[in-house]
């Protein structure tokens, strides 16, 4: 298919049609008649076809006579004016402001109409205005209106309230509506970013996705077979050197943006789609004593599009010949053009350099192509190749210091520069799915690894960068069991870590350490909490038995629907969990009772799993007894560190010490440990605010 290359026209300021939508239910009865009259004062001047106005309750009337509807319904009127619009025999306008004049009573829902919203966007050019009686209109209905059916970015106001009191005059109601009118009024007068188009374009070569709008003066592609008229004007194609050649950076520049989500076979593709299109639009250049050195730099320009378009994937100085590319493409003297061209075979270290840098890319290209097929996030698998990538590179860093030559110190740092923001992007961009000690010793390990590179960033000293590097080599992944807990992973780049204040839904989770010492203190603080949270719907909460001996052990308890599941890991039974109830996009109040430290490190750990792999939480504890209490109370620097969050609660009941010769409890002494077992639970459900579960 042939293309022309074009120049969109200058726009000009429009006065598009309003099309008034005046809210004819009865809580409207008020102000009705002064808005009809204000509206007819204000745009009386417009023709009949300048203009649209309508009466609505559940559907579109004339404005006259007032309906006086009990209720009324906006998605419905809606999606008839969007038909009405649809409808080209009927509306043959393209730019159109929608005035809604409402209090904002009626109901309305804008994905009902979305696709009604979406035809609009993309046939008109729509701006949308609303007159607010009173102060109680929904402002998401604007909002969703505006963000739904604008294709243009308009910088004005989109409501105008008019006050609504009692007290009010009619003589007052007339002057705000009048007020009201005559700003809107000015709005009408629109100058639009972009031409709305009834044909498709390009706005460059590399540009997948055609589109049928243009900003003013931008140059763009249309098919050669047809006449391109824009605001009544029949354009010409641009045969003007510096135009083209305008166009031909911008085509080459958005191949570079896309540059590091390409394979290498797709970045000689594009090249060489872009250089057959250009080729073309070169062909009918107007050529003068003028612009000869913009001549000459198309021509320049062709020649390096051909060069790479010919040039084999499996070329491993293409990379660094495409990254020269870039840097010189908007050079405006054609010897730094040519100098590509007639660049000299590099030397023995360059080329390793430029074939390190080529696999540091591929490496990390399929890397990122593995893991994207584990729906984003990082497998074992993952970890596996990127270990196997790792100590790939670093051992090729190595070999490069058998043949050192100084003056490539520079180069080296590049490299170095560029293989640590692949690996940054690799653990930054995606998201953790943590379950086992192994995975989380290899992001331990990983930790320490970032921490040496990136002080390579700016190592400049020779002999300290090799000795650095050798290190480098001797480490390995070993798989150490005794793993602390609270170690910090500073080093490793953040990834997606959800906002825990965004997270509008709650979820509580009461995790009981089943330990026989406990029974006393467990069975009474359940059957407070049973009470005290019984407001609080089954569906969002859970309580869940918690046994160490011989081995961990996670059961359900008081939900019929889980309670015979029980798993060995707290995270897996979370996992479980989040297919039915979707627990990674609620906030988990956690409550905790146990009285052993070495059991809530093992559990500690889960929970950092459980948090890595996007899980939220806010932790309250329920210690039992002062040594546990001292515990959590020395480590909560780093059990907030660790967690990234300052959310903990503690909550101490005192252990009794257990004697041959104790009397049992009596009445009073038992109603007294209820009641300060039933204090600590209040405590708790008004500090998670439960009563808004």
């Given at each position: 298919?042939?293309?022309?290359?074009?120049?969109?026209?200058?726009?000009?300021?429009?006065?598009?049609?309003?099309?008034?939508?005046?809210d004819?239910?009865?809580?409207?009865?008020?102000?009705?008649?002064?808005?009809?009259?204000?509206?007819?004062?204000?745009?009386?001047?417009l023709?009949?076809?300048?203009?649209?106005?309508?009466?609505?309750?559940?559907?579109?009337?004339?404005?006259?006579?007032y309906?006086?509807?009990?209720r009324?319904?906006?998605?419905?009127?809606?999606?008839?004016?969007?038909?009405?619009?649809?409808?080209?025999?009927?509306?043959?306008?393209?730019?159109?402001?929608i005035?809604?004049?409402s209090?904002?009573?009626?109901?309305?829902?804008?994905?009902?109409?979305?696709?009604?919203?979406?035809l609009?966007?993309?046939?008109?050019?729509?701006?949308?205005?609303?007159?607010?009686?009173?102060?109680?209109?929904?402002?998401n209905?604007?909002?969703?209106l505006?963000q739904?059916?604008?294709?243009?970015?308009?910088?004005?106001?989109?409501?105008?309230?008019?006050?609504?009191?009692?007290?009010?005059?009619?003589?007052?109601?007339?002057?705000?509506?009048k007020?009201?009118?005559?700003?809107?009024?000015?709005?009408?007068?629109i100058?639009?970013?972009?031409?709305?188009?009834?044909?498709?374009?390009?706005?460059?070569i590399?540009?997948?996705?055609?589109?049928k709008y243009?900003?003013?003066?931008e140059?763009?592609?249309?098919?050669?077979?047809?006449?391109?008229?824009?605001?009544?004007?029949?354009?010409v194609?641009?045969?003007?050197p510096?135009?083209?050649?305008?166009?031909?950076?911008?085509?080459?520049?958005?191949?570079?943006q896309?540059?590091?989500?390409?394979?290498?076979n797709e970045?000689?593709d594009?090249?060489?789609?872009?250089?057959?299109?250009?080729?073309?639009?070169?062909?009918?250049?107007?050529?003068?004593?003028?612009?000869?050195?913009?001549l000459?730099?198309?021509?320049?320009?062709?020649k390096?599009?051909?060069k790479?378009?010919?040039?084999?994937?499996?070329?491993?100085?293409?990379?660094?010949?495409?990254?020269?590319?870039?840097?010189?493409i908007?050079?405006?003297?054609?010897?730094?053009i040519?100098?590509?061209?007639?660049?000299?075979?590099?030397?023995?270290?360059?080329?390793?350099?430029?074939?390190?840098?080529?696999?540091?890319?591929?490496?990390?290209?399929?890397?990122?192509?593995?893991?994207?097929?584990?729906?984003?996030?990082?497998?074992?698998?993952c970890?596996?190749?990127?270990?196997?990538?790792?100590?790939?590179?670093?051992?090729?860093?190595?070999e490069l210091?058998?043949?050192?030559?100084?003056?490539?110190?520079?180069?080296?740092?590049?490299?170095?520069?560029?293989?640590?923001?692949?690996?940054?992007?690799?653990?930054?961009?995606?998201?953790?799915n943590?379950s086992?000690?192994?995975?989380?010793?290899?992001?331990?390990?990983?930790?320490?690894?970032?921490?040496?590179?990136?002080?390579?960033?700016?190592?400049?000293?020779?002999?300290?960068?090799?000795?650095?590097?050798?290190?480098?080599k001797?480490?390995?992944?070993?798989?150490?069991?005794?793993?602390d807990?609270?170690?910090?992973?500073?080093?490793?780049?953040?990834?997606?870590?959800?906002?825990?204040?965004?997270?509008?839904?709650?979820?509580?989770?009461f995790?009981i350490?089943?330990?026989?010492?406990?029974?006393t203190?467990?069975?009474s603080?359940?059957?407070c909490?049973?009470?005290?949270?019984?407001?609080?719907?089954?569906?969002?909460?859970?309580?869940?038995?918690?046994?160490n001996?011989?081995?961990?052990?996670?059961?359900?308890?008081?939900?019929?629907?889980?309670?015979?599941?029980?798993?060995?890991?707290?995270k897996?039974?979370?996992?479980?969990?989040?297919?039915?109830?979707?627990?990674?996009?609620?906030l988990?109040?956690?409550?905790?009772?146990?009285?052993?430290?070495?059991?809530?490190?093992?559990?500690?750990l889960?929970?950092?799993?459980a948090?890595m792999?996007?899980?939220?939480?806010?932790?309250?504890?329920?210690?039992?007894?002062?040594?546990?209490?001292?515990?959590?109370?020395?480590?909560?620097?780093?059990?907030?560190?660790?967690?990234?969050?300052?959310?903990?609660?503690?909550?101490n009941?005192?252990?009794?010490?257990?004697?041959?010769?104790?009397?049992?409890?009596?009445?009073?002494?038992?109603?007294?440990?209820?009641k300060?077992?039933?204090?600590?639970?209040?405590e708790?459900?008004?500090?998670?605010?439960?009563?808004?579960?």
């Amino acid at each position: 298919m042939e293309y022309q290359l074009y120049q969109a026209p200058q726009t000009q300021e429009i006065l598009s049609v309003p099309i008034t939508l005046i809210d004819g239910t009865s809580s409207m009865n008020r102000e009705y008649k002064y808005i009809i009259q204000t509206y007819e004062q204000e745009f009386g001047d417009l023709q009949e076809n300048q203009r649209r106005q309508f009466q609505w309750s559940y559907d579109l009337h004339d404005i006259y006579p007032y309906l006086n509807e009990t209720r009324g319904n906006l998605t419905t009127v809606m999606a008839q004016l969007f038909k009405f619009m649809l409808s080209t025999t009927q509306f043959p306008f393209q730019y159109v402001t929608i005035i809604l004049v409402s209090d904002g009573r009626e109901q309305f829902d804008i994905n009902a109409i979305m696709e009604l919203c979406q035809l609009i966007k993309s046939r008109y050019s729509v701006q949308f205005l609303c007159i607010s009686i009173g102060n109680q209109f929904p402002k998401n209905i604007i909002q969703s209106l505006k963000q739904n059916i604008e294709n243009q970015d308009y910088t004005y106001n989109p409501l105008y309230q008019i006050t609504r009191s009692d007290h009010q005059s009619y003589l007052q109601i007339q002057q705000e509506l009048k007020l009201a009118f005559q700003y809107i009024r000015k709005l009408l007068a629109i100058t639009p970013q972009y031409h709305q188009l009834c044909f498709d374009i390009y706005t460059s070569i590399s540009t997948k996705q055609s589109q049928k709008y243009v900003a003013s003066n931008e140059l763009f592609l249309a098919q050669a077979d047809q006449k391109i008229i824009i605001q009544n004007q029949q354009l010409v194609k641009c045969d003007d050197p510096n135009l083209i050649l305008q166009f031909f950076r911008k085509s080459i520049e958005n191949t570079f943006q896309r540059y590091e989500l390409l394979q290498i076979n797709e970045i000689i593709d594009e090249f060489k789609s872009t250089f057959t299109l250009l080729h073309k639009l070169n062909i009918g250049i107007t050529q003068s004593e003028e612009n000869s050195q913009q001549l000459e730099l198309i021509q320049l320009i062709l020649k390096v599009l051909e060069k790479i378009a010919t040039s084999s994937p499996q070329d491993e100085a293409l990379y660094q010949y495409i990254q020269q590319f870039k840097i010189r493409i908007n050079s405006e003297n054609p010897e730094n053009i040519q100098e590509l061209l007639e660049q000299p075979k590099s030397d023995n270290l360059e080329d390793q350099i430029n074939k390190l840098q080529l696999q540091i890319q591929r490496s990390f290209e399929n890397l990122f192509n593995l893991n994207s097929q584990n729906k984003q996030k990082i497998s074992f698998d993952c970890f596996e190749e990127f270990r196997k990538i790792f100590t790939n590179c670093i051992k090729k860093f190595c070999e490069l210091f058998e043949n050192f030559q100084e003056q490539k110190m520079t180069e080296i740092q590049v490299l170095m520069t560029s293989f640590i923001t692949y690996t940054e992007a690799f653990f930054s961009s995606e998201i953790f799915n943590i379950s086992t000690i192994e995975q989380f010793q290899f992001l331990i390990n990983v930790n320490e690894q970032f921490q040496i590179l990136n002080s390579l960033k700016t190592e400049i000293n020779i002999i300290k960068f090799k000795n650095i590097m050798e290190n480098f080599k001797k480490m390995d992944f070993e798989i150490n069991h005794q793993i602390d807990p609270y170690i910090q992973l500073n080093q490793l780049p953040q990834n997606n870590k959800k906002n825990d204040e965004i997270l509008s839904e709650k979820f509580l989770i009461f995790l009981i350490d089943k330990n026989e010492t406990l029974k006393t203190y467990s069975d009474s603080l359940l059957k407070c909490y049973l009470e005290i949270f019984s407001k609080v719907p089954p569906k969002k909460r859970l309580e869940i038995n918690w046994h160490n001996n011989p081995t961990n052990n996670f059961k359900i308890i008081s939900n019929q629907e889980f309670e015979k599941l029980q798993y060995e890991s707290f995270k897996e039974l979370l996992d479980f969990l989040q297919d039915k109830l979707k627990l990674k996009n609620k906030l988990i109040h956690l409550i905790i009772l146990t009285d052993s430290e070495q059991y809530y490190e093992k559990l500690h750990l889960q929970i950092r799993f459980a948090q890595m792999s996007q899980y939220s939480f806010k932790i309250i504890y329920i210690s039992i007894g002062i040594k546990i209490q001292t515990y959590l109370e020395n480590y909560m620097f780093k059990i907030r560190q660790s967690l990234k969050n300052n959310y903990q609660l503690i909550k101490n009941i005192p252990k009794q010490l257990i004697t041959q010769d104790q009397k049992p409890i009596g009445e009073e002494q038992s109603k007294q440990i209820r009641k300060n077992h039933i204090r600590i639970i209040q405590e708790i459900a008004t500090h998670i605010d439960a009563a808004n579960f």
